[in-house]
Every structure is written in structure tokens, then in C-alpha cells.
């Protein structure tokens, strides 16, 4: 079992960058896909980004390609995500998530979950 906590959320303006933390506990970080989603109110919750176990391999929803990358640092336990050029429809409460299948672009794939850090662009 892994336990993923998120922090970098905060405030920014239009035009402006955050990167996100996911700390993941355990000694097996590096045998999990990680995910980032995001929900905003009243909406669903939506992948956004994913990246392979070795992070060889990187996924990115079509509205955040160009803007957004994700890495993560296997000896830290932590995936980041960078957030650049950011927009008032990013507003939402983003979650990462580990999982050990193949297809990591659906959130039905993933079997651990933060508990979110919420991200307000302002225009």
C-alpha cells in the first residue's frame, strides 16, 4: 500500500506557474505509474497527466499539453507536476494517484489517491 500526500497549491494569477508535490510513503515507489487529475466544482474528475514507473514514458491531457510537465524523482518518492502558463479553467483541486497497471491515462486505473491541494487561477 502507498500513502500520496500533495502540497504546491496555492493562489496565481493568469499567466502564472505552480509545481505541485506528491510525496509518496513506502519503499516500492518506483514499481507504481503516477497520475494527476484535477476536479473543479461541480465537475467530474479529470486525468490530466501520467508518467511511467522509470518516467520514461509521459502522458498529458490535450488541454494542459505545451503548459504542464510532469517528472518524478524515484530516490525522493515524489512526483512533481509544472504548472506553466496557467488559466482560470485550471482552477480545480488536483489529486495524484498511484497504480500498478499497464494503462495509466483512466482514472478507474488508478488504486491510490491523494487528498488534493487546490489550485485558483485568478484572471
Known amino acids: 500500500q502507498v500513502q500520496l500526500v500533495e502540497s504546491g497549491g496555492g493562489l496565481v494569477q493568469t499567466g502564472g506557474s505552480l509545481r505541485l508535490s506528491c510525496a509518496a510513503s513506502?519503499?516500492?515507489?518506483?514499481?507504481?505509474?503516477m497520475g494527476w487529475f484535477r476536479q473543479a466544482p461541480g465537475k467530474e474528475r479529470n486525468f490530466v497527466s501520467a508518467?511511467?514507473?522509470?518516467?520514461?514514458?509521459?502522458y498529458y491531457a490535450d488541454s494542459v499539453k505545451g503548459r504542464f510537465t510532469i517528472s518524478r524523482d524515484n530516490a525522493k518518492n515524489t512526483v512533481y507536476l509544472q504548472m506553466n502558463s496557467l488559466k482560470p479553467e485550471d482552477t480545480a483541486v488536483y489529486y495524484c494517484?498511484?497504480?500498478?497497471?499497464?494503462?495509466?491515462?483512466?482514472?478507474?486505473?488508478?488504486?491510490?489517491w491523494g487528498q488534493g491541494t487546490q489550485v485558483t487561477v485568478s484572471s
Open positions: 494517484a498511484a497504480t500498478r497497471k499497464v494503462v495509466i491515462t483512466t482514472r478507474s486505473a488508478y488504486d491510490y
Open positions: 513506502g519503499r516500492t515507489f518506483s514499481s507504481y505509474a
Open positions: 508518467i511511467s514507473k522509470s518516467g520514461g514514458s509521459t
